[in-house]
């Protein structure tokens, strides 16, 4: 299906695209808050049961985002060689100040 309108009787509406964007946006707002949750679940058993729904979560985004990418809606930019080692040295300094 094309980039149509979900809205009926010619009324623009809500393209595919807008509500695949709508649905990847609220998953990585709630990867976000379960990642928080997370870390500072202090019971055990409550921070797995956010720690599963947040794997899920990740899924379902990776999901939302193949399809989007796979129809052209949604494309990163891609990272130059030096822009890849810069982060891999920043976070290299970090792990080591760390430990």
Known sequence: MADANISKGGNPGFTNRDVAQMLLDQHK???SCL???AIEASNPSLR???I???DTHLKHQRDIWEVMNRKGWYQ???ADA???SRVADFAT???QQVF
């Open 52 to 54: 599963d729904s947040l």
């Open 82 to 84: 030096q822009d890849l």
């Open 93 to 95: 300094s970090i792990q």
């Open 76 to 78: 990163p930019a891609m």
């Open 35 to 37: 990642a928080k949750g």
């Open 48 to 50: 797995q049961s956010i």
């Open 29 to 31: 707002f709630a990867i």
